[in-house]
């Protein structure tokens, strides 16, 4: 089956050749580590390691990058006024940030450059540059020359005069022409810095990550990918560099960029107060609702958090978990094959939509299969399927008790609750039994009578969240 990509430097949906099926390269910009993490920022890591785990499947040698900036003005400020040393900003937010990617289900990368620990291949790549006149030097700065790379601006398809304005550029007595972008910036001695030909100074941001490409994954590498709103400057920027200091060899050979999430229809910002941490969220979701609402968009397309969306999911979910549950007795392990159809969504430049879609058909053939053998493969098929995207990997019973969503909840409490309102029933006591259902609805917990005794779960994400 043929893998298609959206590729940004063409504008393009593409079919997927690698340059070596043998060696496949990705590179994916990771986070700057100060501060948690929003569920913007998470949307790439998903949805890009979930490209990363449909190539594995043809390529079992792929090599997944990504990279961790650890050195950044921000951490400097996040530093000072914490009173700490940088590292302890940054080994803290690192490790949180690994954390919470593991409980969200996203797969490891194969491997994890930190921006410090490749100063020497940083400053070996800006000294080519200049060796090669892509660069100069001024005032302890070393900057990229834009003019001496025509191609400038190709990628996100801006001129000249739109990337100046894009890039809000400092216009600096130093520089030769204001779009030039700095690689290396001197460092006070409060500042981390590192010796260099230009002097005591610390990397810009752009040059980590073309840096770090190379030693890991070569001149030219397969796919690099990321949020649209690195597509500039950031990734005109790796561009340059990368190119100019490998006589002209294509960087990356696919682009792709993932839409922008906003908040209630507005966009996540911290003066609106509306930033949606997602260790928090991971406190209050189960990781199964946090995947499904980041893969329900396909990935080019901007995507809205909202309760209305959230309570959509959690049904969503609550459906497929119900089949599960009511399929308990049949045995059936994750199928190692996916759906053929499951499939080619998923190769369609990522259909993430289109796949979660089929996940509900397969639902649907397990509950109506004739035969038990039909009914184990179509349970087998969810499960597979679902695995492959990091969902259903929960015990239907621990789903509707809600167990990941709320610690504080007292379940032997509920339990008893629903013991006694199944007695006051049988007693045919049905006041007694509407009260204690009133009083485990107010605990947030609906009781639901099945011909296998009462079942209970919680109600809707969205109620639980308000
Ligand atoms: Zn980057």
């Given amino acids: 089956m043929k893998l298609r990509l959206h590729n940004s430097l063409t504008r393009r949906v593409e079919d997927f050749v690698p340059l070596d099926p043998q060696r496949v390269t990705m590179y994916v910009c990771g986070p700057t580590v100060y501060n948690y993490v929003h569920i913007g920022n ?6 890009f390691g979930l490209l990363a785990r ?11 990058a990504r990279n961790i900036t650890d050195v950044d003005d921000k951490i400097n400020t996040a530093a000072a006024t914490a009173g700490v040393p940088i590292a302890t900003i940054t080994d803290r937010y690192a490790a949180d940030f690994r954390a919470d990617m593991a409980r969200l289900g996203v797969d490891a990368p194969d491997i ?33 020359d834009v003019a001496s790379f025509p ?14 304005a894009g890039a809000r550029v400092e216009v600096a007595p130093y520089k030769k022409n204001p779009a030039d972008f700095v690689l290396w910036k001197p460092s006070t001695p409060d500042l981390p810095g590192w010796d260099s030909p230009w002097g005591r100074g610390r990397p810009g941001w752009h040059i980590e990550c073309s840096a770090m490409s190379e030693a890991h994954l070569g001149e030219t590498i397969d796919i690099h990918a990321g949020g649209n709103d690195l597509l500039f400057p950031h990734h005109e920027n790796e561009v340059a560099q990368s190119t100019c200091a490998h006589g002209g060899k294509i960087f990356a050979r696919y682009w792709l960029h993932n839409g922008m999430l906003s908040v209630e229809g507005r966009k996540m910002s911290k003066s609106l107060g509306n930033t949606m941490v ?5 406190e209050k979701y189960p990781s199964d609702l946090l995947r ?11 995507l809205d958090w909202s309760a209305a969306a959230l309570e959509q999911a959690q049904r969503t979910l609550d459906g497929l978990y119900t089949t599960l549950r009511d399929l308990a007795a049949v045995p059936a392990a994750p199928a190692d094959e996916l759906p053929e ?13 289109e796949a979660l879609a089929v996940l509900s058909r397969l639902a649907d053939a397990a509950r109506k299969a004739g035969d038990p053998q039909t009914q184990r493969e179509a349970k087998s098929a969810l499960l597979g399927a679902g695995a492959f995207l990091g969902l259903l990997q929960v015990d239907p019973e621990v789903w509707f008790q809600g167990a990941t969503q709320d610690s504080s909840l007292d379940e032997a409490h509920v339990q008893q609750l629903v013991d006694a ?3 006051a029933k049988k007693a045919k006591n049905f006041a007694e039994a509407d009260r204690l259902r009133a009083e485990l609805l107010e605990l947030g917990i609906v009781v639901e009578d099945t011909p296998q005794g009462p079942r209970w779960k919680r109600t809707s994400a969205a109620t639980v969240a308000a």
């Fill in 421 to 423: 309102r199944q007695a």
């Fill in 151 to 164: 191609a400038y601006g190709e990628l996100s398809g801006r001129s000249t005069d739109e990337m100046i």
């Fill in 341 to 353: 159809e499951f499939l080619a969504a998923l190769h369609d430049d990522l259909n993430t939509p």
């Fill in 278 to 282: 997602l260790h928090q969220l991971l």
């Fill in 42 to 47: 998470a949307r790439p890591y998903v949805l």
């Fill in 112 to 144: 994890e450059p930190h921006a410090t620990q490749h100063i020497p291949q940083i400053i070996a790549m800006i000294e080519r540059l200049i060796a090669d006149g892509h660069a100069y030097a001024a005032e302890g700065h070393a900057l990229f």
């Fill in 54 to 64: 449909l190539l594995r499947r043809e390529y079992p040698k792929l090599v997944y």
């Fill in 292 to 302: 499904y609402m980041l893969m329900k968009a396909h990935y080019r397309q901007p």
